[in-house]
Structure formats: C-alpha cells, structure tokens
C-alpha cells in the first residue's frame, strides 16, 4: 500500500513503501490503555502527592542536631498537661474505633447440591411428558418448545421426582421431600468438607419463596440436625431469586451482634408444588427455566477463621422498587382464569429489571468503583446537565472494581441485557451462561453454582473481587461484594466436579 504526501505548496507526489511509514497513533493506540494509564495516575494521586511532602520531611530531620532535640524536649515538658489531654483522647478514640468497628464476616465454605442423574431431563423427555399430562393445548406446547430452545438450558438440568411421574404427583409429602433432599444434601456437604459440628452453629437463615409449610424449613433442619436449643433460626418466604443476598445481609448484621459464632445460611426453592398446569404464556416461563438446587453456606465472625475461610464480605446493597406498581406485580403468584395456580412474569420485567439495577449500581459504583471511574462518571454527568445534553451517560467500567462476576441465571435474556449494559466480556459472563446451562435457573443458589464453577475453572486468586448480582420478586435488586482470602480450591464433591472439563460450551441462541 502506497501513500502520497504533498510537498511545499505545489503537489508533489512521493511514493514511500508501507514498511518505511510511520504508524498512524490515532489507529493503532488503544483507548482502553489511555484509560488504564489515566486510572492509574488518579488512583496513586494521594501518594504521588506524599512523596515530595516525605522527601522534605526526611530532608528536615537529616538536618536536625542534638541541641533541637533538647529544645524540643524542653518545650513538651512545659506543656505536659497538653500532652496528656491530646494523649487521652487519641487513646479514647482508637478505643472507641476499634470497639465500634463492623466485625469482619469470613466465608468459610460452602457447598451447592448436586441432584442424582435420575433427575434429569431433556427437551424432549420434558415437551413428551407435558403432552402426555392433557393439561396443555397445542399452541402452548409449542410455545413452550420455542422457550426451551431459546432459553440457554442444557440437556442436563434436573427437575423434582414427583414431576417424573404420569400424571405428576405434586403432594404437600413430595414437596418436603424435594426440600429434605436439596437442603439436607447441601448440609450434609457443608459440614463434611469444614469439619464443623451441627452444635456450633448459632445462626440459621433459611430462605425459600414458594413453599412454606408449617413447622418451617428451617425448624426442618433443626430438627434434623439437632441444633442447640438457643439457636437464632430465620426463614425468608416469598422474597425471589434474589432473597440469597437478603439471607446473607441478615445473617451478616446478626453476626455483628452475636460473638465468636458460626452462621449458616441455606438458599433453595420449591418446584414440586409451583409447576403450573395452565395454558398462560405469561405463566409457563418458569415451568422452562426453573429447575431443582440448593446450596449452603458457612459464615464466621471468629477471627481465627479468616486463615482457612475462602473469603471476606465486603459490601451488601439492596434495592427495593416494590413502591411502584408495575415493579411490584411483574412477578406475582396468581390463579388463572381456570382456578390453576402459577407464578405470572409481566412483558415489563425486564425494563423494571434494568431500573432497578440502574438505582443498585448508583448506590453501589461509589464503594467499590476507582476514584478514576468516578470522577469520570460525575464529569460528564455535569456536563449533560450544564449544557442539556442528550448524549449517553458515562457508564463506569465495573471492570475495574471486580475480577468476576455472579449475574443470576435467570435466563439468557437477563444474562444478554447485563453483559451488554455494563459492556462486559463473554468471559465475564461465562460462569451464568454455563451455570444456566448445566443447571437452569436454580433460583437463589444460582449464583453459589456460578461462583463453584469459576473456582473449579482455577481462576479464583487472592485479592480478587466478586460481585454477586440478583433479581426477585418486590421488586428487588441486590448485590454482594466478596473478596478472596487465599488462592480458592474448589470444594470436594462440588457440583462441576465431574463435568467442568466440557466447560464453557456453545450455547445455541
């Protein structure tokens, strides 16, 4: 490829081979290395502006003789009760810090539950099985095949016993024992990979949205356990996929009360009684996408956890928009025109979805995101409101404040519209996609599925950061930050154990 470049005033055409040319820095520096340079000058502006203050401070003392130490010695006696008083008050105030400062919280383990094979089903085996039931017409059948091939699922999620039957058998016995096995399994699990004994724990969190008999699941589990009699026990009902950061939020305020003790918290949910047998689109969504899974979690405030724990809770912000209508009723449980109960998604979800994650992130961004992003962000906000811009708002690189990313699987949309949105990178995204391939939408353990898998991956690396996001029923948003303790090793018996090396598939879109 040749060039011309013109000469004095007249055009003078000289040719010049493209390997004697010099690059053309426009095309060939990339912004993203202008901004991480930019990054880096904001962020370490405290200590370049340090340096020269130390540098003359350092200088100072160098020059300072014996005879301004005596002077100085001197002047302190004379103002001994000054001394005393700016004493006693920084020791009172360190006192006073130190005393009233959270708690650390550790996450020792955790474990997600694996259901047996037998659970299993594919497209087929779930579209044949729905015709055979005579509850659905044609048309819904079809719309139905349309979801499952769209919806990013695998031929491997599982569903619950009763659904394999002919008819399905969804009793109120059947439910709990879907619930017996997926929580009880997710224990068993726990406690076996962290040596700790049933009796140590103080605090249980059980949360759970559409199934809530009496006595309640987490009286189940203290039943089966045997967990001593003072134990504070919470179960959380109908708050979403998103009530496992609420269960977390809960467990982490209690732990700031309660000394030198050990909370689990237990996140699942209930198919076996919330299968729709209707013939509402709007509610045979979740009849495609939800699937059976549960998982359990380990949570110290002990200090001398933090050597094995796997990582430290860093920041929690929750997000209600139950205030406005739409948000509220675009997940609602409801009967349809025929009396079937189901659990109907509004064509708005994902707009309301996106508001309230525009809300998260504002309260979010400033607690975890560079002063760089920050000043970058009000900047131009200022600028579209100054001069009444309609040009896009800065969106800050979350890139920069988090090594990984739990995004909720709750479908390939809600995955799609947060990649996009944030502008993040197919690796990024990797461990939802796989998680809700290989397991479908487990709810609220779904992002401790993802989180498994990005350990089971080796990725996992101490100091890395990992921002779990995810939507409810409300309608809610809620985000929790964690940061790794240790080089993470996945758990023995996880949920990828035996699988992960197929991972990350192509998913058909």
């Known amino acids: 490829m040749d060039t011309e470049i013109p000469g004095g005033g007249a055009a003078v055409g000289v040719q010049i081979h493209c390997s004697r040319r010099l690059p053309d820095f426009l095309q060939s520096v990339n912004l993203k290395y202008v901004k991480l340079g930019y990054h880096y000058l904001v962020s370490h502006l405290l200590t370049l502006c340090l340096v020269p203050l130390m540098i003359g401070i350092l200088i100072q003392a160098s020059q300072t003789n014996p005879d301004d130490l005596r002077h100085l010695w001197l002047h302190l006696q004379y103002n001994l009760v000054s001394v005393i008083i700016c004493s006693a008050i920084l020791v009172s105030a360190t006192t006073a810090y130190i005393t009233r400062r959270p708690r650390p919280v550790f996450l ?43 919806s990013g699922l695998g031929e ?95 467990a982490r305020d209690l732990l700031q009360v309660h000394r030198n003790t050990y909370a689990v918290v237990v996140s699942t949910e209930n198919i076996t009684q919330n299968w729709y047998f209707g013939n509402d689109r709007s509610m045979l969504i979740p009849n495609c996408l939800f699937r059976v899974g549960g998982a359990a979690i380990l949570l110290s405030n002990r200090s001398r956890d933090r050597r094995r724990a796997k990582y430290r809770l860093v920041h929690v912000v929750r997000t209600h928009r139950g205030a406005d209508d739409k948000a509220f009723s675009c997940v609602y449980q409801k009967q349809d025109d025929v009396g079937k109960t189901g659990v109907s998604l509004s064509k708005d979800l994902m707009a309301i979805a996106g508001g309230a994650l525009k809300t998260n992130i504002t309260t979010l961004g400033p607690l975890v995101l560079p002063i760089s992003e920050q000043l970058l962000f009000f900047a131009t906000l200022l600028v579209k409101k100054l001069l009444k811009s309609n040009a896009k708002p800065y969106i800050p690189d979350f890139k920069l404040a988090f090594n990984h990313f739990c995004i909720h699987a709750g479908g390939r949309a809600v995955i799609d519209e947060l990649e996009k949105n944030l502008q993040l990178l197919p690796e990024h995204v990797e461990a939802s996609r796989m998680t809700l391939h290989r397991f479908g939408n487990t709810s609220s353990s779904s992002i401790w599925y993802e989180l498994a898998y990005t350990e089971a991956k080796g990725r996992m690396r101490k100091g890395n950061r990992v921002w779990q996001i995810a939507f409810g029923s409300g309608f809610k948003c809620n985000s929790a930050v964690w940061e790794a303790l240790q080089h993470v090793q996945p758990s023995r018996n996880g949920p990828w154990e035996d699988c992960i090396d197929k991972y990350p598939v192509k998913v058909v879109t």
């Open 108 to 150: 020792v383990d955790y474990a997600c539950y694996r259901p047996p094979d037998h659970l299993q089903v594919r497209f087929q085996q779930f579209m044949d099985h729905s015709r055979l039931t005579g509850d659905f017409t044609e048309s819904t059948l079809e719309f139905q095949r349309k979801i499952l091939e769209r």
């Open 156 to 250: 491997e999620t599982y569903v619950p016993q009763a659904m394999h039957y002919l008819p399905p058998r969804p009793s109120m016995s059947a439910a709990r024992e879907e619930a017996e096995q997926v929580m009880f399994g997710a224990l068993d699990a726990l406690f076996s990979d962290t040596c700790i004994k049933p009796k140590d724990i103080g605090i249980l969190v059980v949360n759970c949205s559409l199934f809530n008999p009496t006595p309640s699941l987490s009286a189940m589990i203290v039943n089966k356990y045997k967990l001593r009699g003072n134990i504070r026990s919470f179960n959380l009902g109908g708050m979403g996929c998103s009530a496992g950061v609420i269960a977390i939020d809960l």
